[in-house]
């Protein structure tokens, strides 16, 4: 089936240090994915996407993710971690079949700073 | 703000209650979608408009009733929930619905149910 993953429920990471949240897909043909950040008693937020071009992709407060077809992965990465970072993430993927055009999310991963 | 506004912000229903959910986006996009967000479960989609025509339904029990009057408003009439309908519910758009625009999504603050 085709579905996107979020391996790890929380991740935590000191002020300052570099994060990474995790994300696998499994799709046929070409994947676009995309990541949100849900704050608090808020809606998700776009952060950035992977549609075509280079693999490594630089989104909206410093954060980049990159595109690796071999691992079928796309991570969100950001070098030095804030505490406004804390929040809840979400990868996303797009499935385009007969027609149809679907979101697919992960179950999200809380990242506390 | 994201331009996609939801009201009211939180909802307590009894099971034999009528209510509605409403979204509105001030973003001029041709595209929203009703979504529901439980803990510990991926969004789920529940409804796409695009050009107000309904175009997804992913098999949403009928107490969930969506309608979209115009492109910039949409709205969830719900009846005679269940307690495990208690979730919450976010509105989102996007610029165009369709295999050729990979549009990302502005999301409303969600609407919190709580269904007694």
């Known amino acids: 089936a085709q579905s996107v993953a979020q391996p790890e429920d929380q991740v935590n990471v000191a002020e300052g240090n570099p994060l990474t949240v995790k994300c696998t897909y499994s799709?046929?043909?070409?994947?676009?994915l995309f990541w949100y950040v849900q704050y608090p008693n808020r809606g998700l937020q776009f952060l950035l996407k992977?549609?075509?071009?280079?693999?490594l992709v630089k989104g909206s407060y410093g954060f980049e993710a990159e595109f690796n077809k071999s691992q079928t992965s796309f991570h969100l990465k950001k070098p030095s971690a804030l505490l406004s970072d804390s929040a809840l993430y979400f990868c996303?993927?797009?499935?385009?079949?007969?027609?149809?055009?679907?979101?697919?999310f992960g179950t999200g991963t809380r990242l506390k700073v | 703000e994201t331009g996609v506004t939801q009201t009211p912000r939180h909802l307590v229903m009894g099971m034999t209650n009528k209510k509605s959910l409403k979204c509105e986006q001030h973003?001029?996009?041709?595209?929203m979608y009703w979504y529901k967000q439980s803990a510990k479960k991926p969004l789920e989609l529940m409804f796409v408009?695009?050009?107000?025509?309904?175009?997804e339904n992913n098999s949403v029990p009928s107490r969930f009733s969506p309608e979209c009057p115009n492109s910039s408003h949409l709205f969830l009439h719900l009846h005679t929930l269940q307690p495990e309908d208690s979730a919450l519910y976010l509105c989102?758009?996007?610029?165009?619905?369709?295999?050729?625009?990979?549009?990302?999504?502005?999301f409303g603050p969600g609407t919190r149910l709580t269904v007694l």
């Open positions: 408009y695009s050009l107000e025509e309904r175009v």
């Open positions: 989102a758009s996007s610029q165009y619905y369709g295999s050729q625009t990979y549009n990302e999504q502005f």
């Open positions: 996303a993927v797009i499935l385009t079949t007969s027609g149809t055009y679907k979101y697919i």
């Open positions: 799709v046929s043909g070409n994947p676009y």
């Open positions: 992977y549609i075509t071009g280079d693999n």
């Open positions: 973003l001029g996009h041709n595209a």
